[in-house]
Nanobody, 120 residues
Framework: QVQLVESGGGSVQAGGSLRLSCAAS????????MGWYRQAPGKQRELVAT???????NYADSVKGRYTISRDNAKNTVYLQMNSLRPEDTANYYC??????????????WGQGTLVTVSF
């Protein structure tokens, strides 16, 4: 199995920055695509950004130009640099990874979530 451990959440004023990290535990599973999702109170979980093994990225329109996703494949770690934060960015942010075993078994893994709070 694979476990994801997130860090970096917290409280910041509007216009500020935060950097989230998510490390995948060592496993026989190979980590493929990784990404970040968020869920605000009373709302559905939504995609924020994803990144492939090769570094191709995809962003939600609401964060384009403000957020940057990156990864260190040697460390099985994905990062989310969040700049120009807005109160509407307040949410629990979840790390996600698509993994595959040597025998081809696929596994989707979620982190426990880290809270980001942006105040006016």
């Amino acid at each position: 199995q694979v476990q994801l451990v997130e860090s970096g959440g917290g409280s910041v004023q509007a216009g500020g920055s935060l950097r989230l990290s998510c490390a995948a535990s060592r496993s026989i599973f190979r980590v493929n695509d990784m990404g970040w999702y968020r869920q605000a109170p009373g709302k559905q979980r939504e995609l924020v950004a994803t990144i492939t093994n090769g570094g191709s990225t995809n962003y939600a329109d609401s964060v384009k130009g403000r957020y940057t996703i990156s990864r260190d494949n040697a460390k099985n770690t994905v990062y989310l640099q969040m700049n120009s934060l807005r109160p509407e960015d307040t949410a629990n942010y979840y790390c996600n990874a698509d993994c595959i075993s040597p025998l081809g078994r696929t596994l989707e893994v979620w982190g426990q979530g880290t809270l980001v709070t942006v105040s006016f």
